[in-house]
């Protein structure tokens, strides 16, 4: 990558030199391109979605959310499986959409790849709102704390819903046909994402995939996840315009809330400490924490200092 960049810098100090366009020129021709094509499109409230994207771009929102999104963000144990099983709407996909494969990718299919970008997010705009590293509460929390309820059967009322909502496996069976078959939303779906994908060149540079390949598949898969939700909201298989623009709409609305209001419930973080166990020096008091898959044979006996490690149950 570092080679392919530097000849390409070559490459622009020699058309900036002969007047010919640079990646830079040619970055702001496209974002310039793809927002007039999109602004002469006359969808309903696309406009309000473009004028959203432009603004969280140039208030430096959207960098500070795609940075937030690469952030190292806990050092804390991973849940289990049977710990995850706790949470209903991850058993209900599993269950019930398809895995991904050649057939679900080439259909636009909401399959079980697209609902896993959900997660991602809700990790992103939480770490943004607390402004740390998670601690465990926080891991119960994102994971378990119903947002991921509330988004796919509430959308852009996810905050307005009194109770955490209970999907159904039907749910997930329609939300597993829909797609996005017509080319008329491929197209709008498509070109919204070539927007935002050359104002993330713009925002770190063009140094092409330096900032993260993962985002942006990640940012497109939890758009139509969200369209995909709308669909089956008004009853259809087909995902159409207007499913997209609630998706962005939803989007947008998420990653400016504070999600930290949202709580696992106590008993989920009752249930579930983040240690189960702790190897606790006989000489020097120094503990090390153990979760429920470790068991105290795994670790060295002793400690640095010469001690004795104990196992104690608290
Ligand atoms: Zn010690």
């Known amino acids: 990558m570092k080679f392919l960049n530097s000849t390409f810098d070559f490459k622009d100090k020699i058309n900036s030199s002969l007047g010919r366009e640079t990646r830079v020129d040619w970055n702001n021709r496209k974002l310039k391109e793809y927002s007039e094509y999109l ?5 309903k409230n696309l406009d309000i979605i473009l004028d959203e994207l ?3 771009w140039q208030s430096g929102f959207y960098k500070e959310l795609m940075l937030s999104f690469v952030a190292d963000k806990d050092d804390t144990r991973f849940l289990t ?13 599993a269950e019930n959409l398809s895995r991904t494969n050649i057939k679900t990718i080439a259909f636009s299919k909401t399959d079980l790849n697209v609902f896993k970008t959900m ?7 939480y770490f943004m709102n607390i402004g740390r590293k998670f601690l465990w509460e926080d ?6 704390n119903g947002l991921d309820a509330r988004l796919m059967l509430g959308l852009d009322k996810f905050d307005e819903l ?3 909502p209970q999907p159904t496996a039907e749910f997930f069976q329609k939300l597993g046909e829909t797609q996005i078959a017509s080319k008329a939303t491929s197209d709008l779906y498509m070109k919204l994402t070539l927007l935002q994908m050359h104002i993330e060149d713009d925002i770190f540079g063009h140094n092409f995939g330096d900032f993260s390949e993962d985002y942006r598949p990640t940012e497109d898969l939890f758009i139509q996840l969200l369209a995909g939700c709308s669909a089956v909201h008004n009853g259809r298989d087909t995902i159409n315009s207007d499913d997209v623009i609630m998706a962005y709409k939803t989007f947008f609305k998420l990653v400016k809330t504070d999600i930290t209001v949202y709580k696992a419930p106590q008993s989920i973080i009752d249930s579930m400490p983040e240690f189960t166990g702790y190897l606790v020096c006989d000489m020097c008091g120094v503990s090390h924490g153990l979760g429920p898959e470790d068991s105290p044979d795994d670790f060295e006996d002793t400690c640095d200092c010469g001690g004795h490690l104990v196992y104690k149950n608290n």
Not at 39 to 43: C, G, H, S
């Open 139 to 144: 891991v119960l929390n994102t994971f378990f």
């Open 119 to 125: 997660q991602p997010f809700i990790d992103t705009i």
């Open 81 to 93: 499986f049977d710990e995850l099983y706790n949470n209903r709407l991850l058993v209900l996909a």
């Open 54 to 56: 432009i603004n969280n």
């Open 39 to 43: 602004r002469n499109l006359k969808i």
């Open 162 to 164: 009194e109770e955490v």
